[in-house]
């Protein structure tokens, strides 16, 4: 009996957090319970470093998304997110990013900024042992129904508020070799 429950909570604990295949993304909210987001007319491109196991980018109009999975030896030099808000405040010359709304929930964090206080957008952002999942979502779809998988009594404030419309073609992945960002 013992090993029995054992295995089963080793098989539900070595499930993936976050998928991609058939078009689509699956979140896992649950232990076994996912949610699907639908992917239409995207762009993916493989991204390499030496210090990466599996890196890409994944763009459409609503979302830009870069996943990381570092070989087991390598450490991030950086906080990564603060790291990503800094390479988005460059690339897309944003002088002020203002932090509306910050979420830490499980190996969530989901976060709403006002840049340059004209328009509004959403992180999240996935992370395990190995792998490191960004997603900017410009409309807030994802975002909203996310945290709503994980808090039934949230509300979206957000509905009103300009969102921008602009092409997020950034990657740490990218980036690395110039910044060190992870590394031996």
């Known amino acids: 009996m013992f090993f029995k429950k054992f295995f089963e909570y080793l098989a539900k604990a070595t499930l993936p957090i976050y998928r991609f295949e058939n078009n689509r993304l699956y979140f896992r909210f649950d232990n ?35 996943y990381i999975k570092v070989e087991s030896d390598v450490s991030w030099n950086v906080e990564v997110v603060s790291a990503y808000e800094d390479l988005i405040k460059e690339k897309l010359k944003i002088g002020s990013l203002k932090v509306l709304e910050e979420k830490n929930i499980k190996t969530y964090t989901f976060k709403t900024y006002k840049a340059d206080d004209s328009f509004v957008f959403h992180l999240i952002f996935i992370y395990t042992t190995s792998s490191n999942l960004l997603i900017i979502d410009t409309k807030g779809t994802l975002y909203k129904e996310l945290i709503s998988r994980f808090d039934s009594t949230y509300e979206y404030k957000y509905k009103e508020e300009q969102k921008g419309d602009i092409n997020f073609n950034i990657s740490i992945i990218k980036e690395n070799s110039m910044r060190s960002y992870f590394g031996l």
């Open 32 to 66: 076994d319970q996912y949610y699907k987001y639908e992917l239409l007319d995207y762009d993916i491109k493989t991204r390499h470093d030496s210090y990466v196991i599996e890196g890409y980018t994944l763009s459409n109009a609503d979302i830009h998304l870069e």
